[in-house]
């Protein structure tokens, strides 16, 4: 494979859900490390936000602390990571430009504890497709939706579990240029609550 050092680094986002914060570490462990870095982790980390703070004081301190720090959002994908409000409203601040921030480029990866959705075959969104690199298998209705809206818009990109530190870096610096193709989409409204179904 030929290796293009001069991929610049940018700073990112991880969007997750809690439950595969193992798979997290790994990932963070695994694709970048001191000495060469493939992206600087603007991440909320537990214990950083208070717990007690009301939810649009949570929204705010995600959106105005973090999210607008950083120029692309990797979303990853585990299980249940699509019932998550705080992912619905992690990227949807990430596709938002304001006076604090502008957009960030979107990207989702498929955990090893991500499955497709097979529960509801027959379903409009629950229809089989192929990640970017037709490896992996994904379910649409089991993926983040405001995600998968920029899927199918041409603004996000969907992919497996990076096999090099290279691959990733090249994904976001891709990401990042597409942040001004105009292709985003961000008019589902926010995630109320968590949901607990199997599929959007």
């Not at 290796?3 to 595969?20: A, C, E, G, T």
């Not at 949570?58 to 299980?79: A, F, K, P």
């Not at 089991?142 to 990733?168: C, F, V």
């Not at 001004?180 to 989409?185: A, K, P």
């Amino acid at each position: 494979m030929y290796y293009n050092s001069n991929i610049p680094k940018h700073k990112v986002f991880l969007s997750f859900h809690h439950q595969d914060d193992y798979y997290r570490q790994q990932f963070e462990r695994q694709l970048s490390n001191e000495f060469d870095p493939v992206f600087v982790n603007r991440s909320v980390q537990d214990g950083d936000i208070d717990p007690n703070y009301k939810t649009d004081a949570i929204r705010r301190e995600i959106r105005e602390n973090y999210i607008s720090d950083s120029s692309v959002t990797i979303v990853l994908i585990g299980q249940n990571t699509w019932q998550r409000k705080h992912v619905d409203w992690e990227i949807g601040y990430s596709l938002t430009t304001s006076n604090l921030n502008t957009r960030s480029g979107l990207i989702g990866i498929l955990l090893p504890s991500y499955s497709p959705c097979y529960e509801s075959y027959f379903h409009p969104n629950c229809v089989q497709k192929w990640t970017e690199n037709n490896s992996q298998i994904y379910t649409p209705c089991n993926i983040p939706p405001r995600l998968y809206d920029n899927i199918q818009s041409g603004y996000a990109k969907i992919y497996p579990y990076p096999t090099s530190s290279h691959e990733l870096k090249k994904w976001i610096h891709e990401a990042f240029q597409r942040r001004s193709n105009g292709s985003h989409r961000n008019s589902r409204d926010y995630f109320a609550n968590n949901r607990n179904s199997s599929h959007w």
